[in-house]
């Protein structure tokens, strides 16, 4: 993993939780990163190209020893860690859910809300911890499997805040809401 040790979007922040059950590093230079992500895309190179925003020359000369800009080198990194032992991260999900388990998200991040008729909260920079419960890690992890858009994983989360939040766990469904802007910092931990 790269210096940065937080996230700014939902999908990279629950990748980085999930690096904490993995058995095995993922690769680390270049060339490794490189090779692992061609394996998953059956050697593929201008679809890794595309996936990168390179060329197909660009991921030959990493294979021969050549190197990255730094952001290509943070968006290879990206696809590594998105893509590492998914039957670990699989698994310990479930672990996760089967027991009830929460979910803690840190984050600092332009946070409001609306809660009863006439009355709101204007978004302002707020650091918060706190758990999530169910349902909502187990739809964050759902949507994450099937690769679902930061939008969707964003909205998930925003629920989650609310339900947490106004402590109205058992209707996930109430009149407030929550939004969350311009994420700054974001952590998971399960």
Same mark, same amino acid.
């Given at each position: 993993?790269?210096?940065?040790?937080?996230?700014?979007? #939902? /999908?990279?922040?629950?990748?980085?939780?999930?690096?904490?059950?993995?058995?095995?590093? $993922?690769?680390?230079?270049?060339?490794?990163?490189?090779?692992?992500?061609?394996?998953?895309?059956?050697?593929?190179?201008?679809?890794?190209?595309?996936?990168? =925003?390179?060329?197909?020359?660009?991921?030959?000369? +990493?294979?021969?020893?050549?190197?990255?800009?730094?952001?290509?080198?943070?968006?290879?990194?990206? /696809? +590594?860690?998105?893509?590492?032992? $998914?039957? #670990?991260?699989?698994?310990?999900?479930?672990?996760? +859910?089967?027991?009830?388990?929460?979910?803690?998200?840190?984050?600092?991040?332009?946070?409001?809300?609306? =809660?009863? #008729?006439?009355?709101?909260?204007? !978004?302002? @920079?707020?650091?918060?911890?706190?758990?999530?419960? =169910? !349902?909502? !890690?187990?739809?964050?992890?759902?949507?994450?499997?099937?690769?679902?858009?930061?939008?969707?994983?964003?909205?998930?989360?925003?629920?989650?805040?609310?339900?947490?939040?106004?402590?109205?766990?058992?209707? !996930?469904?109430? @009149?407030?809401? #929550?939004?969350?802007?311009?994420?700054?910092?974001?952590?998971?931990?399960?």
């Amino acid at each position: 993993m790269s210096l940065r040790l937080y996230a700014s979007t #939902v /999908e990279e922040a629950l990748d980085r939780a999930d690096a904490r059950h993995w058995t095995q590093r $993922p690769p680390r230079s270049h060339r490794a990163r490189m090779k692992y992500l061609l394996q998953q895309i059956k050697g593929d190179h201008q679809a890794l190209a595309a996936l990168l =925003a390179t060329s197909a020359d660009n991921i030959h000369d +990493v294979l021969a020893g050549g190197t990255l800009t730094d952001a290509q080198a943070a968006d290879t990194e990206r /696809e +590594v860690l998105r893509r590492w032992q $998914p039957q #670990v991260r699989r698994r310990a999900h479930r672990t996760i +859910v089967d027991n009830d388990g929460l979910m803690t998200v840190s984050f600092r991040a332009w946070f409001g809300f609306t =809660a009863a #008729v006439g009355t709101t909260d204007d !978004p302002r @920079l707020r650091f918060l911890t706190t758990s999530l419960c =169910a !349902p909502y !890690p187990e739809q964050l992890f759902t949507a994450r499997h099937r690769d679902a858009p930061e939008t969707e994983l964003h909205r998930i989360l925003s629920e989650a805040l609310a339900a947490n939040y106004f402590n109205r766990r058992d209707t !996930p469904n109430t @009149l407030e809401s #929550v939004s969350l802007k311009q994420i700054d910092y974001l952590e998971f931990s399960y």
